[in-house]
């Protein structure tokens, strides 16, 4: 694994749809935007794709890669107001899919 590679790989099930919303710069990040509690924006709906295993990690099938990673969604929220900056960390549960059904 390259240096480039690892510092873009997101360790998790989870990343950032890029063709899904203008608002995705990559896979990891979203554009800066204002938003306002009075006027109600104060929310964004951002499309998030399962991620494959990495090349370098051999057999790891997509399946085992959701398992060993199974766990929250976990956001950095990067704010700022006035030149004030502070950061929110949250973490969100994901429900797990139903079973698929065997035919």
Same mark, same amino acid.
């Given at each position: 694994?390259? /240096? =480039?590679? &690892? +510092?873009?790989? !997101?360790?998790?099930?989870?990343?950032? @749809?890029?063709? #899904?919303? #203008? %608002? !995705?710069?990559? @896979? +990891?990040?979203?554009?800066? +935007? &204002?938003?306002? +509690? *009075?006027?109600?924006? @104060?929310?964004?709906?951002?499309?998030?794709?399962?991620?494959? /295993?990495?090349?370098?990690?051999?057999?790891?099938?997509? =399946? %085992?890669?959701?398992?060993?990673? #199974?766990? /929250?969604?976990?956001?950095?929220?990067?704010?700022?107001?006035?030149? =004030? %900056?502070?950061?929110?960390?949250?973490?969100?549960? !994901? *429900?797990? /899919? *139903? *079973? &698929?059904?065997? %035919?």
């Amino acid at each position: 694994m390259s /240096p =480039e590679e &690892a +510092r873009w790989f !997101v360790r998790g099930p989870w990343e950032f @749809n890029t063709g #899904a919303s #203008a %608002q !995705v710069t990559d @896979n +990891r990040t979203t554009r800066r +935007r &204002a938003y306002s +509690r *009075p006027d109600g924006k @104060n929310w964004d709906r951002l499309g998030l794709t399962r991620i494959r /295993p990495g090349h370098w990690m051999g057999s790891m099938t997509p =399946e %085992q890669w959701r398992r060993q990673h #199974a766990g /929250p969604i976990r956001l950095q929220i990067t704010c700022t107001r006035g030149g =004030e %900056q502070w950061i929110l960390l949250r973490e969100i549960q !994901v *429900p797990e /899919p *139903p *079973p &698929a059904l065997e %035919q």
